[in-house]
């Protein structure tokens, strides 16, 4: 049974940094493609950050200057360092993968994720 358990989340103040993990038991996800997601009430949930391998990432154009997704295969983690955080970031963020290694910006796209990690900015 594949799991993604989500930590880091928490209350930061604007300018401040966080820093998210995921670690996956079930699966190796060594290369497949691994993403980071984050939603807030009455809207659909949102692509952050994308990994495949080590080296390919893409990022949401607001965060792309601020956020860094990394991976660890030793350890079947991936991270997403997030700094110069906004109220706007404020979202519960989520985990996902898929056992692809293409990476997608469609949530109905991966077949694992994480339970959610709240991350509040205050202004």
């Known amino acids: 049974q594949v799991q993604l358990a989500e930590s880091g989340g928490g209350l930061v103040q604007a300018g401040g940094s966080l820093r998210l993990s995921c670690t996956a038991s079930g699966h190796t996800f060594s290369r497949d493609a691994m993403a980071w997601f984050r939603q807030v009430p009455g809207k659909e949930r949102e692509f952050v950050a994308g990994?495949?391998?080590?080296?390919?990432?893409r990022y949401l154009d607001s965060v792309k200057t601020r956020f860094t997704i990394s991976r660890d295969s030793a350890k079947n983690t991936v991270t997403l360092q997030m700094n110069g955080l906004k109220p706007d970031d404020t979202a519960t963020y989520y985990c996902?993968?898929?056992?692809?290694?293409?990476?997608?910006?469609?949530?109905?796209?991966?077949?694992?994720w994480g339970q959610g990690t709240q991350v509040t900015v205050s202004s």
């Open positions: 990994i495949v391998g080590n080296a390919i990432t």
């Open positions: 996902a993968a898929r056992t692809s290694e293409v990476l997608s910006f469609s949530s109905r796209l991966y077949d694992y």
